[in-house]
Every structure is written in C-alpha cells, then in structure tokens.
C-alpha cells in the first residue's frame, strides 16, 4: 500500500510511479486528513510513506496521521521522501515513528526534487525546475524497482541535526502560519484553493478564500491556483510558482 502527503504534487508524483511499479494501492493522505479519515488501513504488501521534507522531518500532519491510523496485515514500512536540497536527518525522526508503530523499517531513501517552499523563499525558474524534476525520474524508478522486489532500499548517510533538531520546532513556532496568504483581483473564484487545502484551512467567503489557522505551509494553495492570484506577503510577487500535476 503506498501512501502519500503531498503539497506542490512531487510526491504524489514519485508515489504514483513507486505504485505503477509495485501494482499496488494508493491513498492520498491528503484526502483522508480533508475527510477527517483515521480509519484502519489494511495491507499484506509493505507500506510505503512518501512525503516531503518540512524543516528536517516529515511534515508534522503526515506524522500525526500515521501515529493516529490502525495499520494491519504488515508491519513492513518503507519511506521515500522528496526535498529540494537535503533530507537532514529526517531518518532519525523515521525510524523513532517505526518503533512506535512496531514497523520494521526496510529503508529510507530520499529523493531531490523541484523546490516547491514557495512561502520559505524558495523557487526557481522553470528551466531549472524541468531539469532537476528529468534528474528524479530515474531515482524514483530504481526505489521503486527495489520496493517491488521486496528488497532493502540502499543506506543514506544523514544529514546534519541543526534543522531537523533545532530549527524545525522553531519554524512550526514562527514562520508555518497562514497569516501571510492574501489574494489579489486576478482571482476568478474558483475555489480550487479551498478544494485542494488537505488541512480545510481555506473558506470561500463572497466567492474568495480567506485563510484560518491551521495551515502546514504545503503550498497547494499558492502553488497551485490557476491565475496565480494568492500571495505570500511581498516575497512571492513575481516569482515562479511550481506545482506539478494534480490529484
Ligand atoms: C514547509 C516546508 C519546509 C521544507 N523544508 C525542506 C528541507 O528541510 N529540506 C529540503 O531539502 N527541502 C525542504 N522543503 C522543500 C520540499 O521538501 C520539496 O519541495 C518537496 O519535494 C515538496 O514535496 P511535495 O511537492 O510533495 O509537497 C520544504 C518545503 C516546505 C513547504
């Protein structure tokens, strides 16, 4: 069973190929968190997480979701996480979540894909985007390939602890808020932004989203609004955004 949590669509990517690979079963994360479904998950094939990197770790609601699920029939778990640059050492908080769910981890693997931390500063131009993305696929076949065999994923040497350890709780204290959020005259009230916050942060008021207090900085909203017509603050006027496919 593959399960994914993705904002800017990176991992719902690598989650669909691993799945194509291993012909199994795919669950949106993202849907079952909109949908307030904690429900038991059941699968004799292993489990397979994937999701991003936020700040040296999973993001913290991916986390609570595979804490709060009943999973049965394997206790086999494997992790596959997408970031821009380094996964830090989002494998010590990987493994601390294995021993509490009493799964046997059989690797951890990372794989860098186009920044999407849109909010965070962070994007690049297109080109650069196209490339790094080119660069993935072949990452993302060979996990999945090893997944499919039942074999273990290769080792990777951890990054270091400053983010994952130090900086990670700082950031969920101080920048991962929706305050900054604001949408500009070149929304056409859609509402695709409401539809695609995993987190049901976003409500549709007169036709426009307004933002609530429960955002994880996922980005699916700025990212992914067809007239990009939501900003963050000043820092994303004029910037590329990136979002990659759809659910
Ligand atoms: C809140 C936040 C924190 C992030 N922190 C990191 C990080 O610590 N290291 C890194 O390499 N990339 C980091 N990124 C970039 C994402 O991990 C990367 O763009 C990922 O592929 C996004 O996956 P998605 O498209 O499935 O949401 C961060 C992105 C966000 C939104």
């Not at 993305?133 to 951890?158: R, T």
């Not at 049901?200 to 007239?227: E, L, Q, S, Y």
Request: charged residues 25%.
């Amino acid at each position: 069973m593959i399960l994914y949590f993705s904002g800017t669509g990176n991992s719902r990517y690598a989650a669909k190929k691993i799945a194509e690979v291993c012909d199994d079963e795919i669950i949106s994360i993202n849907q079952c968190v909109k949908s307030n479904n904690y429900g038991s998950v059941s699968s004799t094939k292993p489990l397979v997480f994937v999701g991003p990197v936020y700040a040296g770790r999973l993001p913290r609601i991916m986390n609570e979701y595979i804490k709060k699920v009943n999973f049965s029939g394997t206790r086999k778990a494997y992790f596959v996480v997408t970031c821009a640059q380094t996964p830090w050492q989002t494998v010590s908080y990987v493994k601390k979540l294995c021993e509490e769910k009493e799964f046997n981890l059989a690797g951890f693997n990372s794989i860098v894909m186009p920044q999407g931390y849109i909010a965070g500063g962070g994007t690049q131009p297109k080109y650069i985007n196209d490339k790094v993305l080119e660069n993935a696929k072949p990452k993302i076949q060979e996990i999945a390939k090893v997944i499919a065999k039942g074999k273990k994923l290769p080792k990777e040497e951890p990054g270091k602890a400053i983010m994952s350890k130090i900086l990670n709780p700082i950031m969920y204290a101080i920048m991962i808020k929706a305050k900054g959020f604001a949408v500009t005259d070149k929304c056409s009230k859609c509402g695709t932004c409401a539809d695609r916050c995993p987190m049901n942060n976003i409500k549709i008021v007169d036709g426009r989203p307004v933002w609530g207090d429960n955002c994880t900085h996922c980005m699916a909203c700025i990212a992914g609004c067809p007239k990009e017509a939501i900003e963050y603050g000043k820092k994303t006027q004029g910037k590329t955004r990136y979002y990659l496919g759809d659910e």
